[in-house]
């Protein structure tokens, strides 16, 4: 049994365009998808809303942050005790190292949401 085959200069369910192919893009008989138009169900541009994709980089955007404040709060707390077991002044420079990771962290947690 023959199948049909569309005609090879116009669309499958309609007739030619007025030159026998399609419209081109933004020509007034073009139509939405070929303008480029979103589908109304689609989320607007610029919107926060997306899909698992979206979701799942913002769930690895927090989970970094948190690493880097772990990852320096650490860091800052092993050069001040290395520093007070060097010089003797056991918890001082401990404690500056643990304050300066603390300080550290909050400052990128800051600069991270602005």
């Avoid at 980089?57 to 050069?79: D, E, V």
Wanted: charged share 15%.
């Amino acid at each position: 049994m023959p199948v049909a085959l569309p005609p090879p200069d116009g669309p499958p369910d309609g007739p030619p365009g007025p030159t026998g192919s399609q419209p081109e893009s933004g020509a007034p008989g073009a139509s939405a998808r070929e303008r480029g138009a979103r589908p109304a169900s689609a989320a607007p541009r610029g919107s926060k809303r997306g899909g698992p994709g979206r979701v799942l980089q913002s769930y690895g955007s927090f989970a970094g942050l948190g690493l880097q404040f772990a990852a320096g709060l650490t860091a800052f707390t092993l050069i001040g005790l290395w520093l007070d077991r060097q010089l003797g002044s056991l918890p001082w420079l401990l404690l500056t190292g643990v304050a300066l990771g603390l300080f550290s962290g909050m400052w990128l947690l800051i600069q991270r949401s602005r």
